[in-house]
């Protein structure tokens, strides 16, 4: 059976060696920024909640003088990494209907973190009490977080899906421990969920979309 | 017919197919830079495995201007994404249908 034209089974795997080969390194490239982007995010919870939890207990550890400039600091750090990203990926040599989709998506991201901006300092300025403020602007905007995650839907992104389902459970739990707890959760748990997908994307186990051949 | 497409069965042009499947959403380009950074491969020989595939109707290449620099487009075409799932069906097969 093992001629030139119906080749053996030796040669059949080392085929499927070099496709499979080439599906991780391709999918860990196109992934890269995004992995990247998730462990600047990763990082900046855990640091900027973090610091706000220690000088948010009965014991602060970190002057609140302190705590909010580091916090915002890291939101910022994030920010200008997501719009650095997504301006690299916008010239990343692929065209089409992805690249619109795409960009779609990141807009959808800054509008919706725009508008969870103002709804909360429309709040704010009808009387909502600094209390109430502290636990509910986080709680917004991870639930913001969370619902735009779940729109990896669109593209049967699990990973995605999965990250937004996390970020809307943080959301609630967090919000109902109430403060100093709350920032803990935020530090601790988003952290953890945004970096193991990071490293499953990294590594080629998880596609961030379905494999496009077997669709 | 139990042959392997002999235009994808050659590793780089097997390479090639899978990237650019993996890569290329229906309606999708990438730049030739982009495509030889996916690949790793030197840019004589990807031209050449490119020649012999866009040959058998399964990818398309096209020059266009990016602002003042030509640039050249390579889409994967809808024979060429029906002949890599055969292709890959086929390898399967012949390994006893595993994945």
């Given at each position: 059976m093992?001629?030139?034209?119906?080749?053996g089974?030796?040669?059949?795997?080392?085929?499927?060696?070099?496709?499979?080969?080439?599906?991780?390194?391709?999918?860990?490239?196109?992934?890269?920024?995004?992995?990247?982007?998730?462990?600047?995010?990763?990082?900046?919870?855990?640091?900027?909640?973090?610091?706000l939890?220690?000088?948010a207990?009965?014991?602060?550890?970190?002057?609140?003088?302190?705590?909010?400039?580091?916090?915002?600091?890291?939101?910022?750090v994030?920010?200008?990494?997501?719009?650095?990203?997504?301006?690299?990926?916008?010239?990343?040599?692929?065209?089409?209907?992805?690249?619109?989709?795409?960009?779609?998506?990141?807009?959808?991201w800054?509008?919706?973190?725009?508008?969870?901006?103002?709804?909360?300092?429309?709040?704010?300025?009808?009387?909502?009490?600094?209390?109430?403020?502290?636990?509910?602007?986080?709680?917004?905007?991870?639930?913001?977080?969370?619902?735009?995650?779940?729109?990896?839907?669109?593209?049967?992104?699990?990973?995605?899906?999965?990250?937004?389902?996390?970020?809307?459970?943080?959301?609630?739990?967090?919000?109902?421990?109430?403060?100093?707890?709350?920032?803990l959760?935020?530090?601790?748990?988003?952290?953890?969920?945004?970096?193991?997908?990071?490293?499953?994307?990294?590594?080629?186990?998880?596609?961030?979309?379905?494999?496009?051949?077997?669709? | 017919?139990?042959?392997?497409?002999?235009?994808?069965?050659?590793?780089?042009?097997?390479?090639?197919?899978?990237?650019?499947?993996?890569?290329?959403?229906?309606?999708?380009?990438?730049?030739?830079?982009?495509?030889?950074?996916?690949?790793?491969?030197?840019?004589?020989?990807?031209?050449?495995?490119?020649?012999?595939?866009?040959?058998?109707?399964?990818?398309?290449?096209?020059?266009?201007?990016?602002?003042?620099?030509?640039?050249?487009?390579?889409?994967l075409t809808?024979?060429?994404?029906?002949?890599?799932?055969?292709?890959?069906?086929?390898?399967?097969?012949?390994?006893?249908?595993?994945?």
């Amino acid at each position: 059976m093992s001629d030139q034209t119906n080749p053996g089974r030796d040669q059949a795997e080392r085929m499927l060696r070099v496709m499979q080969s080439q599906q991780r390194m391709t999918q860990s490239r196109l992934v890269r920024s995004y992995v990247v982007l998730l462990a600047v995010w990763a990082a900046a919870w855990a640091i900027g909640f973090g610091v706000l939890y220690l000088s948010a207990t009965p014991d602060p550890l970190v002057p609140a003088a302190a705590a909010w400039p580091v916090f915002a600091a890291c939101i910022v750090v994030a920010i200008v990494w997501s719009i650095a990203t997504g301006v690299r990926s916008a010239s990343s040599g692929i065209r089409g209907a992805s690249r619109v989709q795409g960009m779609l998506y990141g807009w959808s991201w800054t509008m919706a973190m725009v508008g969870a901006s103002i709804l909360l300092a429309g709040a704010q300025r009808v009387g909502l009490p600094p209390d109430t403020a502290a636990v509910l602007y986080p709680g917004v905007f991870a639930l913001v977080v969370g619902i735009l995650y779940l729109g990896g839907a669109l593209w049967r992104s699990l990973p995605q899906y999965a990250l937004g389902v996390v970020f809307i459970a943080v959301a609630g739990i967090a919000t109902f421990l109430g403060t100093p707890v709350h920032y803990l959760v935020y530090a601790v748990v988003g952290p953890i969920a945004m970096l193991v997908v990071a490293v499953l994307l990294g590594r080629g186990v998880l596609p961030l979309e379905p494999r496009r051949d077997t669709a | 017919m139990n042959d392997l497409d002999p235009v994808i069965h050659a590793p780089a042009r097997l390479r090639i197919m899978t990237a650019l499947t993996e890569a290329l959403a229906d309606g999708d380009d990438i730049t030739f830079p982009a495509l030889q950074k996916l690949l790793d491969m030197t840019a004589g020989n990807l031209t050449t495995h490119l020649a012999k595939l866009e040959a058998a109707g399964y990818v398309g290449i096209a020059k266009a201007f990016s602002g003042r620099k030509p640039t050249t487009f390579i889409t994967l075409t809808p024979t060429g994404r029906t002949a890599f799932r055969t292709y890959r069906a086929h390898l399967l097969d012949l390994l006893g249908g595993s994945s």
